[in-house]
Nanobody, 119 residues
Framework: QVQLVESGGGLVQAGGSLRLSCAASGSIFRFNAMAWYRQAPGKQRELVATITTGGSSTYADSVKGRFTISSDNAKNTVYLQMNSLKPEDTAVYYC?????????????WGQGTQVTVSS
């Protein structure tokens, strides 16, 4: 059973920073990739950043240069450092872990953590 537990959300003023954490139950090497998604009220869930087990990372254009995804394999934890936050970054942020076996893919999700950026 895989559990992902997010933490680190909160209320911050525009221009501020937050660091989100996603702690996995067990080794994150089990997963092909881990990612952060977010969902704002009335909007679809969107991919924010991804990191593979090899350490490669990708970002949504809206957060490039401001957000950094990283992992600590010893702690089975993935982080999202968010700098220069904007009100439009306000959303519930979800941790995702993906495992693939050939053509089969399975996604695991955390419960989400709220990030609110005030103007």
């Amino acid at each position: 059973q895989v559990q992902l537990v997010e933490s680190g959300g909160g209320l911050v003023q525009a221009g501020g920073s937050l660091r989100l954490s996603c702690a996995a139950s067990g080794s994150i090497f089990r997963f092909n990739a881990m990612a952060w998604y977010r969902q704002a009220p009335g909007k679809q869930r969107e991919l924010v950043a991804t990191i593979t087990t090899g350490g490669s990372s990708t970002y949504a254009d809206s957060v490039k240069g401001r957000f950094t995804i990283s992992s600590d394999n010893a702690k089975n934890t993935v982080y999202l450092q968010m700098n220069s936050l904007k009100p439009e970054d306000t959303a519930v942020y979800y941790c995702n872990a993906r495992r693939s076996w050939g053509p089969i893919t399975y996604d695991y999700w955390g419960q989400g953590t709220q990030v609110t950026v005030s103007s």
